[in-house]
T-cell receptor, first 114, second 115 residues
């Protein structure tokens, strides 16, 4: 059972455009939602994260929008650049029960054309 | 480089052989995690350590897999009697405390190919 569903699988955007990646989760106990960026041959790197007490978090060109009632969250990349071309993963976790398990989506391969 | 270090970066092995991977976390991080990532998928949690204690194991971690962190510093992940389905990127991550509060820092992984 996939607990975090991510879409689209791939995305092509022109330089300067907005990239939007969506995720939906099932487990209402999840209360930490990070986004990771992964370049080929590298491990995932934390980009930005949100907790459900806020509906939006912005860091530079990256914004997370969170909708608790819909159990959805999304990543917006403003003014997308070719250097943003990478695979992006949403993830979720809860610390209930002492678990440290981070559940990832399947990833979105973003290509930003110059 | 003060990041999470994994060795080797690549490993090709024949089916049925045993393999061992090493992870060196960021020095002050007391929590260490192992994940597995197959092609086109997100990482999947395998296990984690707080200091030398292994506190959580996924059902993905079959009897052929064993992980250790003997002195609370580096960790090893061993796969016995490898199968072609074990081919994947094995990622190690570390955290200063709970990743829930401090976030996780991932290494670049060990890519295992079983032929």
């Amino acid at each position: 059972q996939q607990q975090v569903k991510q879409s689209p699988q791939s995305l092509i955007v022109q330089k300067g455009g907005i990239s939007i990646i969506n995720c939906a989760y099932e487990n209402t106990a999840f209360d930490y939602f990070p986004w990771y960026q992964q370049f080929p041959g590298k491990g995932p790197a934390l980009l930005i994260a949100i907790r459900p007490d806020v509906s939006e978090k912005k860091e530079g060109r990256f914004t997370i929008s969170f909708n608790k009632s819909a159990k959805q969250f999304s990543l917006h990349i403003m003014d997308s650049q070719p250097g943003d071309s990478a695979t992006y993963f949403c993830a979720a976790m809860t610390i209930q029960g002492g678990s440290e398990k981070l559940v990832f989506g399947k990833g979105t391969k973003l290509t930003v054309n110059p | 480089d003060t990041g999470v270090s994994q060795d080797p970066r690549h490993k090709i092995t024949k089916r049925g052989q045993n393999v061992t991977f090493r992870c060196d976390p960021i020095s002050e991080h007391n929590r260490l995690y192992w994940y597995r990532q197959t092609l086109g998928q997100g990482p999947e949690f395998l296990t984690y350590f707080q200091n030398e204690a292994q506190l959580e194991k996924s059902r993905l971690l079959s009897d052929r897999f064993s992980a250790e962190r003997p002195k609370g510093s580096f960790s090893t992940l061993e796969i016995q009697r490898t199968e072609q389905g074990d081919s994947a990127m094995y990622l190690c991550a570390s955290s200063l405390g709970s990743g829930y509060h401090y976030g996780y820092t991932f290494g670049s992984g060990t890519r295992l190919t079983v032929v």
